[in-house]
């Protein structure tokens, strides 16, 4: 029989179930507190209000500065040349956020089908060893191949590191032709230039986005890798005005 069916095991059961219930209410209390950050120190701490982050609007994008212009015989475009809009693309190959946001400008160019285009341009941070080199490698990768081979280089890259060597074979470049441009030097200055641009337009980082309207001429900031969905609200508003 258990002990709490008797008279007797009952009353000292009863005082073990009044510590016992005090007990848990503490761990109750402290478990709480931790959950929501606060401290369970002086007594039970009020469980917070949370707010989901999802369910605050992001801030309107700026207004870029002074865009260049998007050029088809120098710039490196995805999509249709004479699409509605361009979301410029100031990227660093070795930006963890840019390999992030890489498919994210993919399926802009997919979902908008011939609407919205992606113009893919320089903007290689300092502190970053191999993105200079990168870019450099992408233009020579470009003067070999063209439009076609620039675009494969800088998925290769995004996807499988810095041998720039492999990546040129991968796509069937002259390897001899690329190695020479390469050492030459001769597209620094142009990556420079880019990011100059870049800098004039307001871009401080990146991925720095502008979406952009070549007939109007105004374009706006969307900095970083942000979801899809923060793009497409910009660009619909755009496509209406």
């Given at each position: 029989m258990a002990a709490s069916d008797t008279p007797s095991a009952w009353s000292t059961g009863n005082q073990w179930f009044a510590v016992t219930l005090g007990l848990l209410g503490l761990m109750i209390g402290y478990s709480a507190a931790s959950f929501q950050g606060g401290s369970a120190v002086g007594g039970i701490a009020p469980l917070a209000q949370v707010v989901p982050s999802d369910s605050l609007p992001p801030p309107p994008p700026p207004p870029a500065g002074d865009v260049p212009p998007v050029d088809p015989k120098i710039d490196h475009i995805q999509g249709d040349g004479n699409a509605d809009l361009f979301v410029i693309e100031y990227s660093d190959f070795e930006c963890p956020f840019c390999q992030r946001h890489h498919p994210t400008m993919?399926?802009?160019?997919?979902?908008y089908d011939g609407k919205v285009a992606w113009v893919y341009r320089h903007f290689p941070l300092g502190f970053h060893q191999n993105a200079e080199p990168a870019a450099i490698a992408s233009e020579c990768a470009n003067e070999l191949g063209g439009n076609d081979a620039f675009w494969q280089f800088a998925d290769l890259v995004f996807e499988k590191g810095f041998d720039f060597a492999a990546h040129a074979k991968e796509i069937g470049l002259n390897e001899a032709k690329?190695?020479?441009?390469?050492?030459?030097?001769?597209?620094?200055q142009f990556v420079q230039d880019q990011m100059n641009g870049g800098s004039q337009a307001g871009v401080d980082g990146t991925p720095g986005n502008i979406v952009y309207n070549p007939k109007t001429k105004k374009g706006e900031i969307v900095s970083g890798a942000q979801p899809v969905q923060n793009f497409k609200t910009v660009i619909d508003r755009m496509l209406k005005e």
């Open positions: 993919q399926q802009l160019v997919k979902d690329f190695k020479s441009c390469i050492d030459s030097g001769k597209f620094k």
